[in-house]
């Protein structure tokens, strides 16, 4: 474990020099730091000339044991890649938004001075997804983005020891980012968190496009995309609002793109409203089915039937889900018995 006066990091790749500072390139705010100065995600500084990711290898975990935690595929969410294996997951401390319904608020509102955090180097979070029988490893809990150069260390490793990798991202990142970290980036489930801009400032603390287009980059990379959509009442529940976000998930992506409508529980500092109602869930849902989107789910809904893939074509069910317990039933390599490829990484 390590204290924030260990915390020297590493210096920083994502970074560009101009007049003003130096740059970080990591995500979509851009910050411009001069000497001693940190980023909005408090966690990469100027350090006497030089952008330093002070967290580089720090992870939010229990003090022993094998690190990281192996969950299902399928917690993330993703649902088209790799069902029912398990993905050894890490996340630190921070995060470049500041939404205030944060179910992981305990750690994204954290700075890196506030909590004990463990040092897993790369080497030793990949061999940790052998000894815990992992099939990849995942960056997730808090935005990965921030910690750019561990993600792709740690990655680069993974797929070298042949298992799969995948983020948990709010999608702010950067072209630089794409290029630096996606070839070592195998799936990527990207939060959308509404469909206006002037909410998402309003309560995220970020502007809405960035996301959109770090979707895309990350889907014209070749990464496995998934979306979810935390549904919140009154914030971003509108049909109108949910159409729009349908119609670019099916014309910039593509109308196969995996959307999990989430619902949402009051946290943090968004105790205002109720949980999710599943009604207006099932309408997002449909809303979105109506724009041509051929998998959406209903999530943190155990047990409810858009829980399971079903073939757009012919409704056969591909995947059953119950909680995180997924259970396949036909050939994911193969085809589907009415003809069409199943649209399912394995
Ligand atoms: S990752 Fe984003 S928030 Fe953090 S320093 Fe870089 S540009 Fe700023
Ligand atoms: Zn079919």
């Known amino acids: 474990m390590s204290s924030f006066a260990d915390r020297e990091g590493v210096a920083a790749d994502l970074v560009v020099e101009t007049d003003d500072g130096l740059q970080c390139t990591a995500c979509a705010h851009r910050c411009t730091l001069s000497p001693g100065q940190a980023g909005i995600c408090d966690v990469r500084r100027n350090v006497d000339g030089e952008l330093r990711l002070l967290t580089y290898g720090q992870v939010f975990d229990r003090p022993t044991g094998p690190p990281g935690t192996a969950d299902p595929i399928e917690k993330k969410p993703l649902y088209h890649f790799h069902p029912t294996t398990r993905v050894l997951s890490f996340g630190g401390v921070s995060c470049n938004f500041a939404c205030e319904f944060c179910q992981n608020n305990h750690i994204s509102f954290a700075g ?56 948990v991202t709010n999608g702010y990142f950067t072209e630089e980012f794409v290029e630096e970290v996606g070839p070592y980036l195998d799936a990527a489930n990207v939060d959308v968190k509404g469909f206006r801009d002037r909410p998402h400032v309003k309560h995220m603390g970020a502007k809405l496009q960035p996301t959109l287009d770090g979707a895309k980059l990350a889907d014209e990379a070749g990464i496995h995309v998934e979306l979810t959509y935390l549904t919140i009442p009154d914030l971003n529940d509108d049909a109108e609002e949910i159409r729009e976000f349908a119609e670019w998930a099916r014309d910039k992506l593509n ?13 943090h500092e968004m105790r205002d409203r109720p949980a999710t109602p599943v009604e207006t869930l099932e309408r997002a849902a449909a809303i979105a089915r109506d724009e041509g989107l051929e998998f959406v789910y209903v999530g943190n809904m155990s047990g409810h039937e858009d829980n399971a893939t079903r073939c757009p074509d012919c409704g056969a069910v591909w995947i059953r889900r119950h909680g995180f317990r997924a259970s396949v039933a036909v050939d994911l390599d193969g ?11 394995v």
């Not at 955090?117 to 061999?127: F, H, Y």
């Open 112 to 167: 890196p001075e506030d909590l004990e955090l463990r040092d897993v180097s790369p080497e030793e979070a990949v061999e940790s997804a052998a000894t815990q029988d992992c099939a990849g490893v995942a960056w997730t809990y808090n935005e990965p983005t921030i910690y750019a150069e561990y993600v792709r260390d740690g990655a680069r490793l993974a797929k070298e020891a042949g298992r799969y990798t995948a983020i």
């Open 335 to 345: 085809a589907c018995a009415c003809g069409r490829p199943i649209d399912v990484v």
């Open 255 to 267: 109308p196969s793109v995996p959307v999990h409508f989430t619902r949402f529980h009051p946290d």
